[in-house]
C-alpha cells in the first residue's frame, strides 16, 4: 500500500531509517549526482524526512548539500551516545553528523545535522560503510578494492588499518555482529570474503572466489542466526550462506531476483524476512526460511534503478494488526516512496 512519496534534489541512491529510540520517524536519503564537462563533479546531498506513516506524512525538515554520496548508515543502538549519521563520498571522505533537536518528545519535530567529525581517508572513492555492534569503528569500502578500518572518538576519525582486499571496487564491507573482530567484503572482482581484524594487517579467514558469477554487491549478518550470512550479486541471486565452518563458508541456498541485488536489509522484528532493492527490477521482501528462499512479494512502483531501501523500526497499527513500514529510492528519476507491504508476514 502506497503511503506517500517525493522527488529529492539528485539522483536518489540510499534510504536509512533512524534506530534510535525517540528518533525512529526520522528518515534520511542520500543523492549522488555526475555532473560532467571538462572539470566533471560529483555533487551529493542528506536529505531528512518526519515520517508517519499512518498519517501518510512525507515532511522535508533539513538537507545538507554535500560532495557526491555513495552511502549512509545511522550508528547501532548498542552505542552510548545519541544518533551518529556516517556518510562515505565520492571525494574519498568519511564524515560523521549528529542529529540535533530532532526527538520524539519536541514539538514541532524537526531538527538539523550538525557535522562532528570529517576526514579523508582515501584518494579513492568510498563506496560503502558499516558500523559495528558497539558504534567505536567503521569499515569502509573503497574504489581501488581497499577496506579500510577507521575508529570513531570524540576526537575525531582515526584510520586504525587499510589493507588490498580486492582486485576491482569494494561494494560492501560488514561487520560480524556476533563476532565484530571478523570483516565481510564484497568486490566487483566477484569474490566474498572475510578478515580477522584482531591482526595488524588484517589475516585472511576465507575468499570465495567460484559461486557469485559477477560482482558482489550487498552482504547482511543475519541477526538472529550467528550461523547465517545473506550475500546479494549482480547476477540477480540472493544467496544464503553457512557460517557453522568460518574458514569454508557454504553456499545451501539461493533465490533470482531478476535485477542486481544492490542492498539487503534484515527485518527489524520478523526473523528470517529482508527487503532486497534488485536495480532494474524495482525491490522484493524475500522470506530466509529452511527452505529454499521465497520472493513474499514485489514492489514496481519505480521506474528506475532501485538502489535504497530500509524498514522503519516502529510498528504501525492499522485495523488491529501491526504493519511495517518500508521507504525505498530509485536513482535517475530521484524518486522516494514510503509503502506498506500487503503481505500478512510483514505483520507482527
Known amino acids: 500500500m502506497?503511503?506517500?512519496?517525493?522527488?529529492?534534489?539528485?539522483?536518489?541512491?540510499a534510504v536509512e531509517f533512524c534506530p534510535h529510540d525517540g528518533y525512529q520517524h526520522v528518515l534520511a536519503a542520500s543523492t549522488y549526482t555526475l555532473?560532467?564537462?571538462?572539470?566533471?563533479?560529483?555533487?551529493?546531498?542528506?536529505?531528512?524526512?518526519?515520517?508517519?506513516?499512518?498519517?501518510g506524512n512525507l515532511e522535508l525538515f533539513h538537507r545538507v548539500d554535500t560532495a557526491g554520496i555513495?552511502?549512509?548508515?545511522w550508528s547501532t543502538i548498542g552505542s552510548n551516545a545519541g544518533p551518529l549519521l556516517a556518510q562515505a563520498d565520492a571525494d574519498g571522505y568519511l564524515r560523521i553528523y549528529s542529529l540535533e533537536g530532532s526527538s520524539n518528545e519536541e514539538k514541532p519535530r524537526g531538527g538539523f545535522l550538525s557535522e562532528v567529525s570529517g576526514e579523508r581517508i582515501s584518494s579513492s572513492m568510498c563506496l560503502f560503510l558499516d558500523w559495528n555492534p558497539l558504534a567505536t569503528s567503521i569499515?569502509?569500502?573503497?574504489?581501488?578494492?581497499s577496506v579500510s578500518i577507521v575508529n570513531i572518538a570524540e576526537s575525531g576519525i582515526e584510520k586504525l588499518q587499510e589493507w588490498k582486499a580486492h582486485d576491482f571496487e569494494l561494494w560492501t564491507t560488514c561487520f560480524d555482529i556476533h563476532q565484530p573482530q571478523l570483516v565481510y567484503t564484497g568486490s566487483d572482482d566477484c569474490k566474498f570474503s572475510c578478515w580477522d581484524i584482531r591482526d595488524s594487517p588484517s589475516e585472511r579467514v576465507f575468499q570465495n572466489s567460484k559461486v557469485h558469477k559477477m560482482g558482489v554487491c550487498c552482504i547482511a549478518k543475519s541477526p538472529t542466526d550467528p550461523n547465517t550470512i545473506l550475500t546479494g550479486s549482480y547476477d540477480e541471486y540472493l544467496r544464503v550462506w553457512d557460517l557453522r565452518s568460518i574458514s569454508r563458508p557454504v553456499n545451501?541456498?539461493?533465490?533470482?531476483?531478476?535485477?542486481?541485488?544492490?542492498?539487503?536489509?534484515h527485518h527489524p522484528f520478523v526473523s528470517g524476512l529482508v527487503l532486497a532493492a534488485?536495480?532494474?527490477?524495482?525491490?522484493?521482501?524475500?522470506?530466509i526460511g529452511e527452505k529454499k528462499p521465497e520472493?513474499?512479494?514485489?514492489?514496481s512502483q519505480h521506474d528506475s534503478l532501485a538502489y535504497g531501501a530500509d524498514w522503519q523500526r516502529v510498528k504501525i497499527l492499522p485495523e488491529?494488526?501491526?504493519?511495517?513500514?518500508?521507504?525505498?529510492?530509485?536513482?535517475?528519476?530521484?524518486?522516494?516512496r514510503l509503502w506498506m507491504p500487503k503481505s500478512d508476514i510483514c505483520c507482527i
Open 2 to 13: 502506497d503511503v506517500a512519496h517525493c522527488y529529492l534534489e539528485g539522483n536518489a541512491d
Open 35 to 55: 555532473q560532467e564537462g571538462e572539470q566533471p563533479t560529483r555533487a551529493g546531498s542528506i536529505s531528512l524526512f518526519d515520517v508517519n506513516a499512518e498519517k
Open 70 to 73: 555513495f552511502d549512509i548508515k
Open 139 to 145: 569499515s569502509v569500502g573503497l574504489s581501488d578494492g
Open 252 to 265: 545451501e541456498a539461493s533465490v533470482c531476483l531478476g535485477g542486481g541485488v544492490w542492498r539487503i536489509k
Open 278 to 287: 534488485c536495480m532494474h527490477n524495482g525491490f522484493a521482501i524475500v522470506k
Open 295 to 299: 520472493v513474499v512479494e514485489a514492489y
Open 320 to 336: 488491529g494488526k501491526s504493519k511495517s513500514t518500508v521507504a525505498t529510492c530509485s536513482f535517475y528519476d530521484r524518486l522516494l
